[in-house]
């Protein structure tokens, strides 16, 4: 119970109190008193915890297998630097730091991460963090929404369907019509129809993800973000992998006003879906709109520099239902954990894991381009994601994969009924070579079963 | 002893409200700044936004608060005081100046027999 | 207890070009790899050796107050002990590095964590079900309410938008009624602090949505009347939420279930010993009675027996023998809140916690929390105002309303008082209907020694700001740094370091 009283203690604090029993203190009327046992996991010791999750973790072999699953969530080194430094108590056991003066370490470190998403997308300023790289994109749809007075947003089809889903169910709640740009033959966003998409009805913003859900870089071309910002539309860039950020031109650079995603990637285990940390930067303009905390730097009664949590007008304990957002807890440790990472990393670092990453997934690509049957679906260049087309269902050439120890990747038809017959594999640093052949040599067993079955 | 000039009307949420002509200018009262503490941010309507007497057209913000600002006066805006957003700190300094808000042009004239004068303004704040 | 005051440069001002610490082999030239227009021209990073990167970090940890520092009494947040084994259970190799599109046969250990885990939350706060899918309390409270919007429209009911919410609610509740395009009804408090259903009745009708509530509330102060409060407003048709902050205060003695409520979310970093982590990340499972099941956040988790039955029963227990999966497939679900299922580590650390304790140890928490902060508040009683000096729950509100009018002495500077004396400060300011508000919140992994240090040290700052007030407002001189210019930080925005 963690709990330090004795007895005598217990007494003690009841004669100060004025009450004789603790059942007098937490008593409750007849009407809500409890009326059946509760029925929750027993009491056991620490030793028996230990057991009881190591039998869990053994029912949980997905991270000994050979891994390509990547589509938002992606394996990465972590050096143990980072684990090391962030669970130190004094960052994991404190509150939100707004008693600043007691807080200049955590702030600080928060204004780092701050400058390491600003650096990153090429963005003026960045927040605290929020909560994943798909709710980064419904607050960043609201700041659009705020910020034009229009309550439709037109995006590509090729950001990732849980981002897309989520944005859905904000969308829902706030009254948004939700508009889909198409993806092309190569794997990029569509946009050839948005010329007229945009000159048929305002939108909010318009929304694209790169590198995309497909792997593919879906930067706008040149000229392009002009052309949206001149009909006074936000221009949205999405990142559900930063670790691309070390490599690719920084979404400042091909238009963004408001670039949000997820930097799970940096130093995050990816630990079956969570906690991880999305980021959310922005231009000036929309500073006043970003949703969130806000590390500012101020200097103290003696003219020192300090940190401190800043524009505080704009969130919701203060605002109430004029808030930006209803965001409270930020993802402030995980945040931490990417600052550390960033930091151990360095610029040498990063550039050598993006490069890393490219070629892996090239020489995956190659290879599996090889295997009798199957075949890169699309062309554009890809950071560290590549669509495969397999014979048959792309389900059932996972689920043999799987017998075979291999998460070979995520099945598409799920989310693009067109797709069925793809799959979504992913490589990073930390795939072998020979991972990269063991996967080939599997397909290239699997197909004459699984395509037998069409 | 909040500073209520003369020559001035008064609306109850603490805006000053300057006529001249069928141009109106807007301001918050010195009682208002005073109340609020250091003003850090104020977000204004844009030049050209129609506005309805006592309406909300933005906000004043301070470092822990965040009020609404009514308009005293409707009517078409026609320009707004753009050194506010670099310096906040005039609306604390000199609300009557240059912390001055945004200018409308008076829909109806009329509608000022709705504000108070000065000394009404004073009972008021004094109750209060 | 003085925190180490020397500056720490930033990051960005340290190290050189080409000091790497060598995790990975080094990288091919992009160049040769992707278009070079689709290439960023520099990365403006800095190189750091490991050993500076651990100093500085280190350095700013030591300049970082946490619960493992010191005794950490912030009302309404639940500042108690964190096990460590919660941590060295999320942090098993297995659970840590699973993916979340892993095929559920090869998570079925995972899968077992969060059922189990719902299953207990289920059986102890009354619900028929939880999600565990939203990030925090206030994802979930927006899920909440987006549950409440889907079931008024599949009733027929869309013109229910209006949510009642307390005067001494937590400001989230406003703000995310707003997202869902709802309106804010107010509700004064009695004098006594409390909701008066007879009020509430004058405020209900055709158009309620929900009424969200905490119990105890804001106050620290037990609803006596809640079941009235409850009846009053499903009468009206409308739900009630159950803002789960204060769920420290009544874990395992009676349930929101049991008064009446249809929806709420926990706080697990509150509660549940999730450390705060500086602000996040946290885990909010919202909770639900059994008519509004099918519009929960997808994905939930489903079990069945070995004879393939669904396993789901009244509450916990043991999942051996069974089987699970992921159900995405729930055509009345608000749809998912965020990227994946969960923040898995974090139920991880919460089943734990429940693992530890039990039905009976929760309910001793519980117990042991209202004990700790009636004995603070017992014990200043004679020396602060209480403006509700009754017997309260696991917090309790103190004002320096008296102090201030005497010696200038506010609450703000109280706590600063507090910071110089090793101590972090109480809540200050909330709830909003308290003037010069300290809210107080011990929890119940303190000892009746920290407490009795703390209670020493209020009482001799109360003393010293009679005597010599001058030495309380200058404070805190032991810290980091003195009191920072706030306006100026918001003045002038400045976010981010920029290279020279």
Redesign the interface.
């Known amino acids: 119970?963690?709990?330090?009283?004795t007895a005598d203690?217990?007494d003690?604090?009841?004669r100060?109190?004025?009450?004789d029993t603790?059942d007098?203190?937490?008593r409750?009327?007849d009407?809500?008193?409890?009326?059946e046992?509760?029925?929750?996991?027993?009491?056991?010791t620490?030793i028996?915890?230990?057991e009881?999750?190591?039998?869990?973790?053994?029912?949980?072999?997905?991270?000994?297998?050979a891994?390509f699953?990547g589509?938002?969530?992606y394996?990465h080194?972590i050096?143990p630097?980072v684990?090391?430094?962030a669970?130190?108590?004094?960052?994991?056991?404190?509150?939100?730091?707004y008693?600043?003066?007691?807080?200049?370490?955590?702030l600080?470190?928060?204004?780092?991460w701050?400058?390491?998403i600003?650096?990153?997308t090429g963005l003026?300023?960045?927040n605290?963090?929020v909560?994943?790289?798909?709710?980064a994109l419904a607050e960043g749809v609201i700041m659009a929404v705020n910020a034009t007075g229009c309550k439709g947003v037109l995006i590509s089809r090729a950001i990732?369907p849980?981002?897309r889903?989520?944005l859905?169910?904000?969308a829902?709640?706030?009254?948004l019509t939700v508009d889909e740009l198409p993806y092309g033959a190569d794997g990029r966003t569509d946009l050839a129809t948005l010329e007229t998409a945009l000159a048929e009805q305002r939108y909010a913003a318009v929304v694209v993800q790169s590198p995309n859900f497909f792997g593919a870089?879906d930067?706008l071309p040149a000229g392009v973000a002009a052309a949206i910002k001149a009909t006074k539309t936000v221009v949205i860039g999405v990142v559900a992998e930063a670790m691309s950020?070390?490599?690719?031109?920084?979404p400042a650079?091909w238009g963004v006003d408001i670039c949000v995603g997820?930097a799970q990637s940096f130093g995050n285990?990816?630990?079956?879906?969570?906690?991880?940390?999305g980021f959310m930067a922005a231009t000036t303009e929309h500073?006043?709109r970003i949703p969130g905390?806000?590390?500012?730097?101020?200097?103290?009664?003696?003219g020192?520099?300090?940190?401190?949590l800043?524009?505080?007008?704009r969130?919701?304990?203060?605002?109430?239902?004029?808030?930006t957002?209803?965001?409270?807890?930020?993802?402030?440790?995980?945040a931490?954990c990417a600052?550390?990472y960033?930091?151990?990393?360095?610029?040498?670092?990063?550039?050598?894991?993006?490069?890393?990453n490219?070629?892996r997934t090239?020489e995956l690509r190659d290879r599996v381009a090889k295997v009798d049957g199957f075949a890169i679906k699309f062309a554009a260049?890809v950071f560290n994601e590549i669509v495969v087309q397999v014979p048959g269902r792309g389900a059932d050439v996972?689920?043999g994969l799987?017998q075979r120890q291999i998460?070979g990747g995520?099945a598409l038809g799920r989310w693009y009924p067109e797709l069925d017959d793809c799959i979504l594999m992913t490589a990073t640093?930390l795939t072998t070579s020979a991972e990269i052949d063991r996967v080939a040599s599997a397909l290239s067993e699997i197909p004459a079963r699984a395509a037998a079955r069409v | 002893m909040a500073n209520v000039p003369a020559g001035l009307l008064y609306s109850k949420e603490h805006e000053w409200v300057k006529v001249d002509g069928d141009v109106a200018t807007v301001g918050i009262t010195d009682y208002a700044q005073s109340s609020l503490g250091d003003i850090v941010y104020v977000e204004l309507p844009n030049v050209g936004a129609g506005l309805t007497q006592f309406g909300s057209i933005g906000v004043v913000e301070s470092v822990k608060a965040v009020s609404d600002l009514f308009t005293p006066v409707g009517g078409e805006v026609t320009e707004i005081n753009g050194g506010i957003d670099s310096d906040p700190a005039s609306v604390n300094r000199d609300p009557y100046g240059a912390g001055w808000f945004y200018k409308v042009k008076l829909g109806d004239v009329g509608q000022t027999a709705e504000l108070l004068s000065p000394q009404q303004y004073e009972q008021l704040i004094a109750e209060s | 207890m003085p925190l180490p005051a020397f500056d720490t440069p930033l990051i960005f001002e340290t190290g050189k070009d080409g000091r790497a610490n060598r995790y990975l082999p080094a990288g091919p030239a992009l160049e040769s790899l992707l278009p070079k227009d689709a290439l960023r021209d520099e990365l403006p990073l800095p190189d750091n050796s490991e050993l500076d990167v651990v100093r500085h970090f280190t350095r700013l940890s030591q300049k970082t107050f946490g619960i493992d520092t010191a005794f950490y009494p912030l009302g309404s947040c639940t500042m108690k002990y964190n096990p460590r084994i919660n941590d060295a259970m999320a942090n098993l190799p297995a659970l840590r590095d699973a993916h979340p599109f892993a095929p559920d046969a090869a998570v079925q250990g995972a899968l077992a964590v969060m059922w189990e885990l719902e299953r207990s939350l289920a059986s102890l706060f009354g619900m028929a079900a939880f999600s565990l899918n939203p990030a925090a309390g206030a994802h979930a409270e927006l899920a909440a309410l987006l549950i409440a919007k889907a079931y008024f429209r599949r009733k027929g009911e869309p013109e229910r938008n209006v949510v009642i919410v307390p005067d001494t609610a937590h400001g989230t509740n406003p703000a995310s009624a707003a997202m869902v395009g709802f309106t804010v009804l107010s509700l004064k408090s009695d004098a006594q602090g409390r909701v008066d259903p007879d009020e509430l009745r004058k405020v209900v009708g055709p158009r309620t949505a929900v009424c969200m509530m905490t119990n105890p509330n804001t106050l620290g102060l037990f609803e006596p009347r809640i079941h009235e409060v409850t009846d009053v407003v499903h009468e009206a048709g409308g739900l009630m939420y159950y803002d789960g902050a204060n769920a420290n205060a009544l874990m395992g003695n009676t349930r929101p279930g049991d008064m009446g409520f249809d929806l709420m979310h926990l706080n697990l970093h509150k509660t549940f010993t999730i450390p705060h982590g500086g602000g996040g990340a946290g885990a909010g499972p919202v909770g639900v009675a059994s008519h509004l099941i099918p519009f929960l956040p997808t994905p939930v988790v489903r079990a069945v027996d070995a004879a393939g039955n669904d396993a789901a029963g009244s509450g916990w227990r043991g999942s051996e023998e069974l089987t699970f999966a992921l159900d995405f497939d729930r055509p009345e679900s608000i749809g998912p809140m965020r990227s994946f299922w969960s923040n898995f580590a974090h139920m991880v650390r919460a089943l734990a916690y429940v693992y530890a304790n039990g039905a009976e140890g929760l309910t001793t928490v519980s117990q042991l929390a209202v004990l700790n902060a009636n004995y603070i508040r017992a014990s200043i009683r004679d020396v602060i105002d209480i403006p509700y000096d009754e017997i309260n729950r696991h917090e309790f509100v103190a004002s320096a309303q008296s102090l201030k009018r005497e010696t200038g002495v506010r609450a703000l500077d109280i706590g600063k008082a507090l910071l110089d004396r090793g101590y972090h400060a109480p809540t200050v300011y909330f709830p909003l209907i308290v003037p010069e508000c300290l809210m107080i919140e011990p929890t119940e992994t303190e000892s009746k020694e920290t407490l009795d240090g703390f209670i020493a040290a209020l009482r001799d700052i109360v003393a010293t700001a009679k005597t010599d007030p001058e030495r309380i407002l200058e404070t805190p001189l032991n810290t980091a740094v003195r009191r920072i210019d706030e306006t100026r930080a918001a003045r002038q925005p400045d976010l981010r370091w920029r290279p020279a």
Do not use: W
């Open positions: 119970m963690y709990t330090p009283h203690d217990v003690a604090m009841l100060t109190i004025g009450v603790l007098d203190l937490v409750v009327p009407a809500i008193a409890l009326r046992p509760l029925h929750v996991a027993p009491a056991l620490e028996e915890i230990a009881r999750f190591r039998g869990l973790a053994a029912r949980t072999p997905a991270s000994e297998y891994s699953l589509a938002g969530a394996r080194y050096p630097v684990g090391s430094i669970m130190r108590g004094e960052f994991l056991t404190s509150y939100t730091p008693q600043a003066e007691v807080s200049q370490g955590y600080q470190a928060i204004y780092e701050q400058t390491y600003a650096l990153l003026d300023v960045a605290a963090s909560y994943d790289g798909a709710t990732h849980n981002y889903a989520v859905r169910t904000y829902e709640g706030l009254e870089i930067a950020l070390a490599a690719l031109a920084a650079s997820e285990a990816i630990a079956y879906g969570g906690p991880h940390v500073l006043r905390r806000l590390v500012g730097k101020s200097v103290d009664a003696d020192k520099p300090a940190y401190v800043t524009l505080q007008a969130e919701q304990h203060i605002r109430r239902e004029k808030a957002s209803n965001i409270c807890t930020n993802q402030a440790h995980c931490l600052t550390i960033l930091a151990a990393m360095g610029k040498t670092g990063l550039r050598d894991c993006a490069a890393l490219v070629a090239a260049p996972l689920s799987e998460l995520v640093e």
